[in-house]
């Protein structure tokens, strides 16, 4: 295995303040090649952040059906993101225990999505 690629994303913060990152890959690409990686990554990364955050998956202590529960709360979150939620974690607090909320959420995802 070796270094064939170091890659540079500078990226501005709110516009004010830049911050440098850096990845080593032993694939090669162009930067398009990378940049979709890296956010392919950063996706993945995003919505465990919502697993761990809004819907507090680490707190879970589930141990029968922990798989289970999980690909529920990706239902939930991919629900949410099909509605253009802005806020996850006020979302779910809102419809925490109004099943007639929850379920206007659902019925607003369209059938091209395949539901």
């Known amino acids: 295995m070796f ?3 170091i890659i540079r ?7 004010k303040e ?3 990152h850096y990845y080593i890959s032993n694939d090669r690409g162009n930067a398009q090649y990378f940049l979709k990686k890296v956010l392919q990554e950063w996706t993945v990364e ?3 952040f ?6 507090k998956e680490d707190k879970c202590k589930t141990n029968k059906g922990a798989f289970s529960f999980s690909i529920l709360r990706s ?7 099909l509605n253009k939620v802005q806020n996850i974690g006020r979302q779910i607090t809102i419809n925490r225990y109004s099943l007639s909320e929850a379920l206007a959420l659902f019925s607003f995802v369209r059938l091209e999505y395949g539901f």
């Open 50 to 55: 919502y697993k761990d955050c809004a819907l």
């Open 75 to 81: 239902i939930v979150l991919n629900i949410l993101h």
């Open 18 to 20: 830049w911050k440098t």
């Open 46 to 48: 995003t919505m465990h």
């Open 3 to 5: 270094i064939h690629t």
């Open 9 to 15: 994303i500078d990226k501005s913060v709110n516009g």
